[in-house]
């Protein structure tokens, strides 16, 4: 007896650890650590409370000063480039996460 084909999804779709998806999220997550690390530093904050959708003024309690501090260190850490324009829109640590990505 034949059995119907049956489509397959795509070879990353259906397996979670397929090579190149794994190695992203595995690179996305050692970024995202390495940002918390540098908040952390900067504000002075519990690590606990660096999320992803945590925003530095409001959840983190970042003043200007410290957000200006924050960009700074996160230039040095990753050897990026942030310009101000950049910067300003830089408001979660998501938004860190995907411009390092994005830039490095």
Do not use: W
């Not at 050692?30 to 504000?43: N, P, Q, R, S, W």
């Not at 942030?82 to 408001?91: F, G, H, Q, S, Y």
Request: aromatic content about 6%; hydrophobic content about 40%; proline content about 5%.
């Amino acid at each position: 007896m034949l059995h119907p084909v049956q489509p397959r999804a795509p070879f990353c779709a259906r397996r979670v650890h397929c090579g190149h998806f794994s190695f992203r999220r595995n690179l996305i997550m050692a970024t995202f650590d390495d940002v918390k690390d540098v908040i952390v530093d900067k504000l002075g904050v519990d690590a606990d409370k660096v999320t992803p959708e945590a925003r530095f003024v409001e959840d983190l309690g970042a003043d200007s000063l410290e957000t200006v501090e924050l960009i700074m260190g996160l230039e040095d850490k990753f050897g990026v480039t942030i310009p101000d324009e950049a910067a300003e829109t830089i408001r979660t640590v998501q938004a860190a996460v995907d411009y390092i990505e994005n830039n490095q």
